[in-house]
Nanobody, 111 residues
Framework: QVQPVESGGGLVQAGGSLRLSCAAS????????MKWYRQAPGKGREFVAL???????NYADSVKDRFTISRDSSKTTVYLQMNSLKPEDTAVYYC?????WGKGTLVTVST
């Protein structure tokens, strides 16, 4: 299984939290940067966060201080902890590594 698989999406009220997971088996994923993107209805796909194999992270300004990206010790599962969610965070969230993309998981934030 080369394709990353996302999970953890759902419906949450504004101000709530969700944790997304991305499972990507294979040594190529454990030694490379993994990224989260999102695509809101009617909009293009945008970068959310990334984590390198060494643990360096980077975030889009829109989610900085609210979202946290991490990966487990095997480095084949990446998490996106999303706190203080806003309606504008509503989107399909995708995991990506080395050009491989998951099918996405839908996050809906209600007012």
């Amino acid at each position: 299984q080369v394709q990353p698989v996302e999970s953890g999406g759902g419906l949450v009220q504004a101000g709530g939290s969700l944790r997304l997971s991305c499972a990507a088996s294979g040594s190529i994923f454990s030694s490379n940067t993994m990224k989260w993107y999102r695509q809101a209805p009617g909009k293009g796909r945008e970068f959310v966060a990334l984590i390198t194999s060494g643990g360096t992270t980077n975030y889009a300004d829109s989610v900085k201080d609210r979202f946290t990206i991490s990966r487990d010790s095997s480095k084949t599962t990446v998490y996106l902890q999303m706190n203080s969610l806003k309606p504008e965070d509503t989107a399909v969230y995708y995991c990506s590594c080395l050009g491989f993309w998951g099918k996405g998981t839908l996050v809906t934030v209600s007012t």
